[in-house]
Every structure is written in structure tokens, then in C-alpha cells.
């Protein structure tokens, strides 16, 4: 049985949604931030790195949404979910490696700009300039990187997925959505998904 741990509306909604469109049998276990249960020695012992998703399988705890999708990807093949080339799986990782080390890090300088900075002026700063930069990632998406009608272009993937609850934080973040509108579109493509809707519902009690 899989076990993910998650906390909702976080960055874990990616591997949870990849599950649910996996078709994958597994529990979600909640990880209360509220709480700061991510940096209990309880979740440490799952993951040292106090974050999520981490997704623990038989042969061992995954962390890393890239690394996740990847295995969903490869463990599931009847569901379609990656090209089945290599150069297209490459393509996949690449798009997917572009969310989580400029897209998401551009974001987290907004939700935990303490990370970077002491400085409470600094602090302040790297927050008041952290939407436009995010922004700035879209722009480069909807120009470049989104082929059309899913990320990768014919194929629904998990790009598809990875995409979406990036995109969905715009808003948090004050961006208007419709500041891009391929993405803007693509987005609600991907919400009206069963596995999007599943998840979001589950997670809104
Ligand atoms: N590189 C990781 C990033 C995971 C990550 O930063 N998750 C955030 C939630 S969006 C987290 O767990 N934050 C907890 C904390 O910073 O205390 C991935 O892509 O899976």
C-alpha cells in the first residue's frame, strides 16, 4: 500500500492528483503545517528535508515532486500518464524540473521569504517582488513551453498536473490569471479532470 503525506493546498495536491490519475490504491496521510508536524521528528524520520509530498512505497520514501512523477509515471503505464519514449520522458522531466526549481522556488520567496533573508527589510523586499518574478515564469510558459492543448501537446501527461496547481497559486499571490490565457485556459482544462475534482473536494473538508 502507498502512503502519501500531504498537506492540502500545498505542493503535495501535484503527487495526490498524479495518484488519483494513476488510478494508484494508497492512504493520504495529512501533514498539519498549522501544527509544524513537518518538522516533528515523526516526519523528519519520513523525510528528513521537513517538507512534502513524500510518497512511501515498498521498496522505500520518494521525495521530490519530480522524482514522484517520474514513478508514478512508470509504475502505472497502463494509464498513459508519460510519453513512452525516452526523448519524450526526457521532455516530461524537463518541463516538470522547470516547476520545481524556478517556478515554485520563485513562489516560495513570496510564502517563506525568511528562508533567504534575515533582514526583516530584506524579507520584506524579496516578498514585494517575488509575484512578478513567478509572474515572470508564466510568461515564459505561455510564450514558449505550453504546446497546446496540454503541455506537452496532443497527450494529456503529468506536466498537465504540475502545471495546474502552480498555476492555481497566481491568484494567491495576486496575479491575475488571465494575464495568461493559454495557461489561464489550460488550467481549467486540467480542473475539470475527475482526479482534479476528487482531490480538491476531498481536501476542502
Ligand atoms: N522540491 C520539493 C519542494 C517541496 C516543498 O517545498 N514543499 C513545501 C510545501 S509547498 C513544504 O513542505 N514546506 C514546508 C516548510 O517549508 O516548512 C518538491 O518539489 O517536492
Known sequence: ???????????????????????????????????????????LAINPKGRVPALVTDEGVITENVAILGWIAQSFPEAGLAPDDAFGFARMQAFNAYLATTVHVAYAHWRRAYRWADDPACIEHLR??????????????????????????????????????????????????????????????????????????????
Open 128 to 205: 514585494a517582488v517575488a509575484p512578478e518574478r513567478y509572474a515572470d515564469c508564466f510568461a515564459v510558459i505561455e510564450a514558449e513551453m505550453l504546446e497546446g492543448p496540454w503541455v506537452l501537446g496532443d497527450d494529456f501527461s503529468l506536466c498537465d498536473v504540475y502545471l495546474f496547481v502552480m498555476a492555481d497559486w497566481l491568484e494567491t499571490v495576486n496575479i491575475d490569471p488571465r494575464r495568461f490565457p493559454r495557461v489561464h485556459d489550460h488550467c481549467e482544462l486540467v480542473r475539470a479532470r475527475p482526479a482534479v475534482r476528487k482531490v480538491l473536494a476531498q481536501q476542502a473538508v
Open 1 to 43: 500500500m502507498l502512503t502519501l503525506f500531504y498537506q492540502p493546498g500545498s505542493a503535495s495536491d501535484v503527487a495526490r492528483i498524479a495518484l488519483e490519475e494513476a488510478g494508484a490504491t494508497y492512504q493520504a496521510l495529512r501533514v498539519d503545517f498549522s501544527k509544524d508536524e513537518q518538522r516533528q521528528p515523526q516526519y
